[in-house]
């Protein structure tokens, strides 16, 4: 059995939980409240980052990126054409690409900011952060979400799916990202056409059902976070 980690609006988290059920692997969910700094966490993991996979007896899997290559040579040789890693070489390295532009450049210049904001702090001590939101943070975070959605919407405009003809682990991590981003009504969903047309493709997976079904308590999602149809 694999046992992953996780905070349920970390992007990164999200991203893995999406895999996991694109490749149907029996998992087991443990809420990580990372902020805090657990003993027995640390141990797994001295940095205190999600996600963090463990399977059997194996050692901890540490991080997204590598968490989605162990399962890619774990599994994903049986998916057949459902694989999510291409085996073209130079498909291949776009997809790792833009799988670490959205899941870093993306998270740290935009959603990240969101979910910390609006999100972490909800639960966080006072004395480990958190309270009420700075305002200025979010301000720079909508002005480089909106430059993000043009690169995105460039994509979506001339590729079938991110990375090329077929869904990838890049496909999966940018829609990782844009559910947190969504469900906290900050997409710019007017200006992104494309981008609009591609999502709904993603969330209207079933591996998305289980991530459109959480909600946090006091935060109400955004009327299109769960709308298959927007």
Not at 10 to 24: N, T
Not at 54 to 63: A, K, T
Not at 137 to 146: C, G, K, Q, S, V
Request: aromatic share 10%.
């Amino acid at each position: 059995m694999l046992i992953l980690y996780h905070q349920p609006f970390s992007p990164a988290c999200r991203f893995i939980r999406l895999v996991l059920a694109e490749y149907g692997v029996r998992h087991e969910l443990v809420l990580e409240k990372h902020w805090e700094r657990r003993k027995g966490f640390l141990a797994m993991n001295p940095a205190a980052t999600l996600p963090v996979a463990v399977e059997n007896d194996g050692p901890p899997v540490v991080g997204a990126g590598p968490i989605m290559e162990y399962l890619d040579e774990t599994r994903g040789y049986a998916q057949g054409e459902k694989r999510l890693m291409p085996d073209h070489p130079d498909r291949r390295a776009e997809t790792r690409r833009l799988v670490e532009w959205f899941l870093w450049k993306f998270d740290e210049e935009a959603v990240g900011h969101f979910v910390h904001e609006r999100i972490y702090k909800l639960e966080m001590p006072t004395a480990m952060g958190g309270g009420a939101p700075e305002s200025t943070i979010l301000r720079a975070a909508r002005a480089n979400l909106r430059h993000h959605m043009r690169y995105m919407e460039y994509l979506t405009a001339t590729r079938n799916w991110l990375a090329g003809d077929r869904l990838t682990f890049a496909d999966l991590a940018a829609a990782a990202e844009l559910s947190c981003t969504d469900y906290l009504g900050e997409v710019p969903w007017s200006d992104s056409e494309h981008v609009k047309t591609w999502y709904a493709r993603i969330k209207s997976r079933p591996a998305f059902r289980s991530l459109l079904a959480e909600t946090i308590r006091g935060l109400p999602p955004s009327p299109s976070y769960d709308d298959l149809d927007f």
